[in-house]
């Protein structure tokens, strides 16, 4: 009996020392090779819209059921959970984007579900066993990392294919992705860049009490994702230093980028009119008037 436990012990001994080397040493170069060979699937969007215009869509509250429909036809790209406004407009996603884990995790099957041209997710090792579900769809799964130059900028990832840079905001991947593709202007909507809880670089935080609640299109938009102990925080220094990073890229390429967003404190970009992108018959003519470029670039 005492030679049955001791067996049992060395065997638990075991298993439990191969387990914790997998998670800490042998999964992650694993799940980094499966992630290099499901991204080669997006070369066939390289220069797809070459010279083309296109909408990046953020999920601040100025986006609104209106100004989603104006863009219906146009390709565009949304993200993580766009879906709550859908049964409000007769647009449906072109593009749709997701790099957040934990909302993968939690609503990955409604975004299955959710009408859309394709989708892209930006998977890492903690959204890896949720996504892995999905690997034989026609979705197109991009590897994550997270690197800044000499200046302290987030770099600009020049193929996708390879590794794609995520740095406090979707809508740093979704330029990337539209760069790649081709797109030449690049039109931000529903990009307000103010929250309620902001996480400085520091780590101390900034609480604006005005925006609680208030901060995306639809109120429900932390249901069922965060409890009241647990509030989203963002980093608005980092997702400005990614927009920055993105301004120096794209003009360096000759990729312009306004920011069309009603409103917000996002002032990177050269700001337009939205309702000017468009003309007396609701056709979109694009940014054609001369523009204050004033910007942080």
Request: overall charge positive; hydrophobic content about 35%; glycine content about 6%.
């Amino acid at each position: 009996m005492m030679m049955l436990t001791f067996f049992k012990k060395v065997v638990n001994n075991v298993l439990s020392w191969i387990i914790w080397n997998w998670k800490n040493y042998l999964r992650l170069p694993f799940v980094n090779l499966r992630l290099s060979q499901l991204s080669k699937r997006v070369t066939m969007y390289k220069n797809k819209h070459l010279g083309e215009s296109c909408f990046i869509i953020g999920n601040g509250p100025s986006l609104s059921a209106r100004d989603l429909n104006r863009i219906t036809g146009i390709p565009s790209f949304s993200s993580n959970r766009i879906n709550l406004i859908l049964d409000r407009t007769l647009w449906k996603p072109y593009y749709y984007t997701i790099a957040d884990s934990s909302m993968a995790n939690k609503f990955i099957q409604e975004i299955d579900l959710m009408e859309k041209k394709q989708m892209f997710a930006v998977v890492t090792n903690y959204g890896f066993d949720t996504l892995k579900n999905y690997f034989k769809t026609k979705y197109i799964f991009l590897r994550s990392y997270r690197k800044k130059d000499s200046n302290g900028l987030p770099i600009f990832s020049k193929d996708p294919s390879k590794k794609i840079s995520t740095q406090a905001t979707v809508t740093y991947v979704n330029i990337q992705l539209a760069t790649y593709m081709g797109f030449k202007k690049i039109y931000l909507i529903g990009v307000d860049n103010n929250y309620a809880i902001n996480k400085k670089e520091d780590g101390t935080y900034v609480i604006n009490k005005e925006l609680i609640g208030k901060d995306h299109f639809d109120s429900n938009y932390y249901e069922r994702w965060f409890n009241d102990r647990q509030k989203p925080t963002t980093n608005t220094e980092l997702m400005t230093k990614s927009y920055i990073a993105a301004k120096k890229y794209c003009d360096e390429k000759g990729v312009e980028i306004y920011n069309a967003t009603k409103g917000g404190s996002l002032e990177v970009f050269p700001r337009v009119n939205f309702d000017g992108l468009f003309d007396d018959r609701g056709n979109f003519i694009g940014e054609t008037a001369n523009l204050n470029r004033k910007s942080l670039g």
